[in-house]
């Protein structure tokens, strides 16, 4: 509908992110970078295009090009924790940890209570060492009752590392909160194929309504590998 639609509005602002938006959630990239590029084109000032591009790039493993695309954000006085959160994670693409810790920092001075923010700022920790601390602040937005994607990444991690009695407590608690979800029973399964086996290399997809629990707006899935669909932690 959205492709039809765009046929005869081909520089409707509004169909060109929904367009992003539905290309990205079906993976399709190459076709979501167009759409989107050309929506910042069409309204280079507006935050939502460019943010969404800054996403697909990242998908694609294209942080310098996420970051050049972010950079009238960053450099606006204006600046939101999102952009910021974006920033960060395309810094540690490229390994620049010390700027994207302080990207990352900067994103939680801003909204310090903000469950999506708290929860990259966390994996960026995790993934630069700082595993005990990143742990401890995992599990504390697991435990919140609504940390549904701190949830599944401290569950990943918990893998990943090979604790397996801390990912099942972790799977109980998402259990309680998503009562009628297959979810937790794949978990359960990944933790039970994950036992014996010599390397753990799992990875848990997060799109954006498990993230932020709202559409149409298509945030980072967490940063995985980093930056790519899914959260992977060898």
Do not use: C, W
């Not at 590029?37 to 990242?58: D, F, G, I, S, T």
């Not at 050049?68 to 994670?89: C, H, V």
């Not at 259990?175 to 979810?183: I, R, S, V």
């Not at 799109?207 to 932690?233: A, C």
Request: glycine share 6%; proline share 4%.
């Amino acid at each position: 509908i959205t492709r039809r639609m765009l046929a005869t509005s081909p520089g409707d602002l509004r169909l060109l992110i929904l367009g992003g938006q539905a290309a990205l959630k079906l993976n399709a990239n190459e076709q979501g970078e167009v759409l989107l590029a050309r929506a910042v084109k069409v309204a280079p000032r507006a935050v939502a295009p460019r943010q969404l591009l800054a996403e697909a790039y990242m998908r694609s493993g294209r942080a310098e090009s996420a970051l050049s695309t972010l950079q009238p954000l960053l450099a606006s006085k204006a600046i939101d924790a999102m952009t910021l959160t974006l920033a960060g994670r395309a810094q540690l693409m490229i390994g620049d940890t010390a700027a994207a810790n302080a990207s990352f920092n900067r994103a939680l001075a801003l909204k310090p209570t903000d469950k999506r923010v708290r929860t990259v700022n966390a994996l960026a920790r995790l993934a630069s060492g700082q595993s005990q601390s990143a742990l401890d602040e995992l599990e504390s937005l697991a435990q919140a009752g609504d940390g549904e994607a701190a949830a599944l990444a401290l569950v990943s991690a918990r893998i990943a590392r090979k604790e397996f009695k801390q990912a099942a407590a972790a799977i109980d608690s998402l259990a309680a909160a998503m009562p009628d979800q297959a979810l937790p029973h794949e978990l359960r399964g990944r933790v039970a194929l994950a036992k014996g086996q010599p390397a753990v290399r799992l990875s848990t997809a997060f799109d954006s309504v498990k993230l932020y629990g709202e559409d149409p707006h298509i945030r980072p899935d967490i940063y995985g590998k980093v930056g790519n669909s899914g959260v992977s932690i060898s």
